[in-house]
């Protein structure tokens, strides 16, 4: 699990401001804080982030002191106490280097992201990611996250290729701000990553379309035992106000589960999945063939909040395929696929900044009853079944019920997969923020409600209701300090001790008991220089 937070931080960062996290706002540019003439050659990006946390929910295995990924409850030892609190700090800084030689008349742009992060005190004189800052430091801890090369040969083309972003949004992760790449497409719940692979794209004035392909996992080179991922995105602006696109993703797998993250290994039969909270395909040791396509639709109104004061989006992703399972030296059906996933959000601007808005978002995935019982699985599927964490679903404005972005090494939410484990996902988030100084202190508080699409054994379909609150204050261009805070009253899903599915749903607590309410507070200090 060396990299399992890779993305984060440098993720959400466009090319101005990639990192501004689902909870930030940006504020007005003041003409002495803005270089009059950058270095066309070669730019230095950098986001830091240090944050104070307290709350009663962390990771019981000694061994998962550097990082923790996965939902909450799961193999990955996460739990919740009534008694025991944390209190830490965390601190990352990802630099991003750009190189754009005007030998090519700045055609090809060389880009470079490497990521430092630790807790507080953690350990010093060593080897290994996500730590390295006790005592006398000196950790050998530097992590790569993306080493890519953009070419422009012609006007509104682009050819990115190398280790590089890989989202589920139409548009390009190094030119695109943030909050519009957690709220286009599939919203970076379906993929949401880093891969290595290739993707031309075409971007015009009403319309863009990319292609892609990305090698998950090559294995062994001589032999077809690779995960290869194909994509195709088309968006148009149908009107002033609307847009609207369609996609196609095929995911062809035949790794049988091997590579991956460390130990637990990747793809529909891995540990991976109990620790994301996907939906594990129990074939045992028996190897496996899958061929998995995605078919959606996605749209959007007055995205961007320029036109009027309400805004509209939403998609519907259909995923569908089959799986082949060898026993005994023959090949015979292992399941058919079959979910959809949706969403629909909206907003309304009351105010004069978009800082003055009141959100409902609302999310549905299928769910599956019985398992693979009658050799059918009707949830979704999505990059966590092959990634730590290969999807993230940060925009929807809960801390605790969904994940959020203002993370380092812990990201423990109840819900980390919309596929909810494979039980399916009913849920909504709504939030009302305010600019009480307008672009510079910022007051909002929210709300979420989850439900189970089938219900577990021993247990019910409520997986739990949150509150948060949070206050924000600009210092400056794109420096911040901000005060968070989330508590949520679980759920009789959480009563379940039913591991069907993967990992027991209440973890280490016994079956009929709910396991303590999680709450978190955290305070956030936020630059993003360049």
Do not use: C
């Not at 679980?490 to 709910?514: H, K, M």
């Amino acid at each position: 699990m060396k990299k399992v937070f890779t993305f984060f931080g440098i993720a959400l960062m466009s090319f101005t401001a990639l990192t501004v996290s689902a909870q930030t706002t940006l504020v007005d540019f003041q003409k002495s804080s803005v270089p009059r003439k950058a270095n066309k050659e070669f730019q230095f990006l950098a986001f830091f982030i240090n944050q104070g946390v307290t709350s009663n929910f962390y990771a019981t295995n000694e061994f998962l002191k550097g990082q923790v990924v996965g939902r909450l409850f799961g193999r990955n030892t996460s739990t919740t106490s009534d008694s025991a609190r944390t209190y830490y700090v965390e601190q990352r800084i990802v630099p991003f280097f750009i190189y754009q030689p005007n030998l090519f008349n700045g055609k090809a742009i060389l880009r470079a992201s490497f990521e430092i992060d630790w807790t507080w005190g953690d350990a010093a004189y060593g080897t290994g990611g996500n730590i390295g800052s006790a005592i006398s430091a000196d950790q050998v801890n530097i992590q790569t996250q993306n080493i890519e090369l953009e070419l422009l040969p012609w006007k509104g083309y682009a050819i990115n290729f190398g280790l590089m972003r890989m989202f589920d949004s139409p548009y390009n992760p190094y030119r695109t701000l943030a909050d519009k790449m957690i709220s286009t497409g599939y919203r970076l719940s379906y993929w949401g990553t880093d891969a290595v692979g290739i993707s031309i794209r075409r971007d015009k004035d009403y319309s863009r379309w990319k292609a892609g392909f990305y090698k998950f996992y090559e294995n062994n080179i001589e032999t077809d035992d690779d995960v290869n991922m194909f994509e195709g995105m088309y968006e148009k602006q149908i009107t002033s106000l609307w847009k609207a696109g369609v996609s196609a993703n095929y995911v062809r797998d035949r790794s049988e589960g091997k590579g991956g993250v460390s130990i637990l290994g990747q793809g529909l039969n891995s540990l991976l999945a109990q620790y994301n909270g996907t939906f594990q395909f129990r074939f045992g040791s028996d190897p496996y063939k899958a061929d998995i396509f995605y078919l959606g639709t996605f749209f959007g109104r007055n995205q961007d909040f320029m036109m009027d004061r309400f805004q509209l989006t939403g998609f519907a992703n259909y995923n569908f395929g089959n799986v082949d399972v060898r026993r005994e030296g023959n090949w015979e059906k292992g399941a058919d696929i079959s979910g959809l996933g949706a969403n629909l959000k909206t907003a309304y601007r009351y105010g004069q900044t978009v800082d003055d808005i009141v959100k409902l978002d609302l999310i549905y995935t299928s769910g599956d009853k019985d398992g693979l019982d009658d050799k059918k699985y009707s949830g979704v599927i999505t990059g966590n079944t092959w990634g730590a964490p290969g999807a993230i679903f940060v925009g929807s404005g809960a801390y605790i019920l969904f994940p959020h972005a203002n993370v380092v090494n812990r990201y423990t939410p109840a819900v980390a997969d919309i596929s909810n484990m494979g039980y399916g996902l009913t849920a909504g988030t709504l939030v009302l923020s305010k600019g009480i100084i307008p672009h510079r202190l910022i007051a909002r508080v929210g709300s979420a409600l989850g439900f189970s699409n089938a219900q577990p054994l021993l247990g019910g379909y409520h997986i739990g209701t949150e509150a948060n609150a949070a206050i924000i204050y600009n210092l400056g261009t794109y420096m911040s300090v901000e005060l968070h805070g989330a508590y949520m009253w679980l759920g009789d899903f959480y009563e379940s001790s039913d591991e069907s599915y993967g990992a027991p749903i209440n973890g280490d607590f016994p079956s009929g008991t709910r396991p303590f309410n999680p709450f978190t507070t955290f305070v956030v200090f936020k630059w993003l220089m360049f």
